[in-house]
């Protein structure tokens, strides 16, 4: 029980991830495209780098969700981000052809990369804060500590909302 539950939180975290890098990335290559006239590229290699984007938030979801566990360490939130991004757009940087008057554009791209990655953390951090999706619990922790958590909270905005009335 317990394992389906966290399998079922991590694909949670997994999908919030990729629906927000997709989307994140598929806006800033829309604005490349527009602000340098970039039009010579299919859209097959377009939906192509879109779907990289979406593995690479999917899998940052469910490591995001791992790494926090129930502490909240900015350094390690921030650390995690930095390292997909790092990984991600430091791959794309093409070395065979590097020159000293294109780091700013390689510059560029590392940016990008750790900018989808912040953007996904956000929206993580948000759905974990309104518990959307369950932090990973710790070996010792019980499951369902944090799902009565979860409900208490859900009954506490009910009743605040009926009392508004």
């Not at 966290?6 to 629906?19: D, P, Q």
């Not at 997709?22 to 806006?27: A, E, F, K, R, T």
């Not at 999917?58 to 909240?72: A, E, M, Q, S």
Request: charged letters at 20%; aromatic letters at 8%; glycine letters at 8%.
């Amino acid at each position: 029980m317990r394992d389906t539950i966290e399998r079922i939180e991590s694909v949670k975290a997994g999908s919030l991830g990729g629906i927000a890098t997709g989307i994140s990335y598929g806006l800033m290559l829309t604005i490349d495209r527009l602000l340098l006239h970039e039009y010579s590229r299919s859209f097959v290699t377009l939906g192509l780098a879109v779907s990289i984007a979406i593995v690479s938030g999917f899998l940052f979801g469910v490591t995001y969700r791992y790494i926090i566990r129930c502490d909240r360490n900015n350094h390690l939130n921030s650390g995690a981000v930095l390292a997909f991004g790092l990984v991600r757009g430091l791959a794309q940087v093409n070395v065979d052809e590097f020159d000293l008057s294109q780091v700013w554009i390689d510059s560029l791209i590392v940016a990008k990369s750790v900018g989808i990655f912040a953007i996904a953390r956000y929206i993580l951090d948000r759905a974990l804060a309104k518990s959307w999706v369950l932090p990973f619990a710790q070996p010792r922790q019980d499951l369902s500590i944090a799902i009565s958590g979860r409900v208490e909270r859900e009954l506490d905005a009910n009743l605040m909302g009926e009392s508004n009335k």
